[in-house]
Nanobody
Framework: QVQLVESGGGLAQAGGSLGVSCAAT????????LGWFRQVPGKEREGVAC????????YYSDSVKGRFTISRDIAKNTVYLQMNDLKTDDTAVYYC???????????????????????WGEGIDVTVSS
C-alpha cells in the first residue's frame, strides 16, 4: 500500500515563498504519477501540479502556472512543490496524491478515467497572509 507523508508548508506573506514535500513509500511498478492538490472549505479539491513518473512531464493549473514548480527526487521517491509569489488565494490544505496512471494531466484530474486506487496524504496547511 502506498503511503504519502507531507512536510513543509506553514505561513507566508503574500509575495513570499513556501515549499512542501511528499515522501512516498510502498510504490511498486513505474506506471504512476504524483501530484499536489489543494482544498479550501466548501470547494472541491483542485489539482494544481502533477508529474508523470515515466518521463517527468509536468502539468500546472492555470491558477499556479508560472509561480509553482513541481519536481521530484527519484532516488528518494519524493516529490516537491515550490510555491513562489504566493497569493492569499493560495491558502488551502495541500494534499499529495499518488495516481496509478503515468500521465500528469489525467493524474491532476483533467482528462479521462483510469483504473486503480488513488492514495492521498493527510494534508498540510498553507496559509498566505496579506
Amino acid at each position: 500500500q502506498v503511503q504519502l507523508v507531507e512536510s513543509g508548508g506553514g505561513l507566508a506573506q503574500a509575495g513570499g515563498s513556501l515549499g512542501v514535500s511528499c515522501a512516498a513509500t510502498g510504490i511498486t511498478g513505474a506506471f504512476y504519477a504524483l501530484g499536489w492538490f489543494r482544498q479550501v472549505p466548501g470547494k472541491e479539491r483542485e489539482g494544481v501540479a502533477c508529474i508523470a513518473n515515466g518521463d517527468g512531464a509536468t502539468y500546472y493549473s492555470d491558477s499556479v502556472k508560472g509561480r509553482f514548480t513541481i519536481s521530484r527526487d527519484i532516488a528518494k521517491n519524493t516529490v516537491y512543490l515550490q510555491m513562489n509569489d504566493l497569493k492569499t488565494d493560495d491558502t488551502a490544505v495541500y494534499y499529495c496524491k499518488f495516481a496509478p496512471v503515468d500521465n500528469e494531466v489525467i493524474a491532476c484530474g483533467r482528462g479521462g478515467p483510469y483504473y486503480g486506487t488513488d492514495y492521498w496524504g493527510e494534508g498540510i496547511d498553507v496559509t498566505v497572509s496579506s
